[in-house]
């Protein structure tokens, strides 16, 4: 079983902060995405990073992939309240056909 | 373009009852999912289907059928429901099975009482 562990669990913080969370594994990823999850909905895919070392950026959010592949960070630059959700890193393991989830990040951003 | 529907959005069932969970996707994606998500444990797979006319098993398969009755439609039944399956169900598509950006439904929230 190929675990995604992310961190930190529960993120609060304040509208204009930047902040970094991170999905970790020990095993490799052939592709790792990253998802956002608002109250009552369910995930939208953000971005899908396929290269180690990769860096790709949506507006002020930016998602790394490690050289790796075995982890994944997504930064996001002075946070707005419309940031707040669940973020999900889901990845595919070598020789797999189906996506392994991470439990995910819970972010809140206080106006 | 409505995506990926599902219906109900919310169900209270006895234990011991029975309902089938539908999903549509009007995308023309081959492969189709169904998840369950519970606090704390993330979103876990329970069957899919690669592409029309085929299912298998994901992580949590036990308690529950699918029926994929055409590429549109992939159907999730409890059969005897039980506390335990009291979650929140998404179900997914995605383009094919290589391909894997997957878009969700809204979901939903079943409880067993």
């Known amino acids: 079983t190929q675990l995604l562990e992310q961190s930190p669990q529960f993120l609060s913080i304040q509208e204009g902060e930047n902040l970094t969370v991170y999905c970790n594994s020990s095993s490799v990823f052939s592709s790792l995405q990253w998802y956002r999850q608002e109250p009552g909905e369910g995930p939208v895919l953000l971005v899908t990073v396929v290269t180690g070392g990769e860096v790709k950026k949506l507006k002020r959010l930016t998602f790394q992939f490690g050289d790796a592949r075995k982890d994944s960070s997504l930064h996001i630059t002075a946070a707005q309240p419309g940031d707040t959700g669940l973020y999900l890193c889901?990845?595919?393991?070598?020789?797999?056909?189906?996506?392994?989830f991470g439990k995910g990040t819970k972010l809140s951003v206080i106006p | 373009n409505a995506g990926v529907t599902q219906t109900p959005k919310f169900q209270v069932l006895k234990t011991g009852q029975s309902m089938t969970l539908q999903c549509a996707q009007d995308m023309n994606h081959n492969s189709m999912y169904w998840y369950r998500q519970d606090p704390g444990m993330g979103l876990r797979l329970i069957y899919y289907s690669a592409s029309e006319g085929t299912t298998d098993k994901g992580e949590v398969p036990n308690g529950y059928n699918v029926s994929r009755l055409n590429k549109r439609e992939f159907s999730l039944r409890l059969e005897s429901a039980a506390p335990s399956q009291t979650s929140v169900y998404f179900c997914?598509?995605?383009?094919?099975?290589?391909?894997?950006?997957?878009?969700f439904g809204p979901g939903t929230r079943l409880t067993v009482t």
């Open positions: 889901a990845g595919v393991g070598a020789g797999s056909y189906q996506l392994t």
């Open positions: 997914a598509s995605q383009e094919w099975q290589g391909n894997y950006e997957q878009y």
